[in-house]
């Protein structure tokens, strides 16, 4: 069956430091892989999507990275904030249509 | 852009009653609409994918005369939970996609009693 595993303990780092988060999937062939960040009691924002096709991509702190092969997506925030803290979700797509699964999230918490 | 709100923000009901919960984009056309649940500490759950004008496409395991979608415009979709259960108390999104991105919407806090 399709996983989705991201890393369900909680990511603790200093301020200024680059946060890292791992989602891995087994048994999935995604056309493409989104982050979104999640808030207590609110809905996903979307932060970025790759495709299958692309192994980085960028936007302002942001950086993720697509390894196919490795079926793993790596998700960085550079010279991280206290307001960076949140649960982050990555999500695949299938080729056909845009449905999306969700993996359970990690949460990240950067201290000052 | 891409705006995506929900109506309402959080709802507490009897249990038996029915809860109707309204999803729209703002600011574009969604070609499909998701619901998605999703329980405490637990990641979303997709219920649903629903394109307008034809009936929604339900995930295994979720019963489609409990949980009612209707999606009569591009930018509007609802959904309506019919009687609703203490186990149906769940956090319900939306989200709404013209293309590969989805944008959610705020979320329905459901309680029932």
């Known amino acids: 069956s399709q996983k989705i595993e991201q890393n369900s303990e909680a990511l603790n780092i200093q301020e200024g430091k680059t946060a890292t988060l791992t989602c891995n999937y087994t048994n999935y062939s995604p056309a493409y892989l989104q982050w979104y960040r999640q808030d207590p009691g609110r809905g996903p924002v979307f932060l970025l999507l790759i495709r299958e096709n692309e192994k980085e ?6 950086k993720v990275t697509f390894d196919t092969t490795l079926k793993q997506s790596l998700f960085h925030i550079t010279a991280s904030q206290p307001a960076d803290s949140a649960t982050y979700l990555c999500a695949l797509a299938p080729n056909a249509g845009n449905m999306l699964t969700f993996g359970g999230g990690t949460r990240l918490m950067v201290k000052p | 852009g891409a705006v995506v709100s929900q109506h ?8 038996g009653t ?4 309204e999803c729209r984009s703002l600011d574009f056309q969604a070609t499909t609409m998701f619901w998605y649940r999703q ?16 009936k929604a496409t339900y995930e295994q395991g979720v019963e489609k005369d409990k949980f ?30 013209d293309g590969p991105e989805q944008f ?7 309680t029932v009693l």
């Open chain 1, 57 to 62: 991509k960028r936007k302002e702190r942001l």
């Open chain 2, 8 to 15: 309402p923000s959080w709802v507490i009901c009897k249990s």
């Open chain 2, 18 to 21: 029915s809860v109707k919960i």
């Open chain 2, 39 to 54: 329980f405490p500490k637990q990641s979303l759950m997709l219920m649903a994918t629903s394109n307008e004008g034809s």
């Open chain 2, 68 to 97: 009612l979608i209707n999606h009569a415009s591009l930018t509007l979709s609802t959904l309506t939970v019919t009687s609703a259960h203490p186990e149906d108390s769940s956090f319900y999104i939306c989200s709404a996609s």
């Open chain 2, 104 to 110: 959610f919407g705020p979320g329905t806090r459901l």
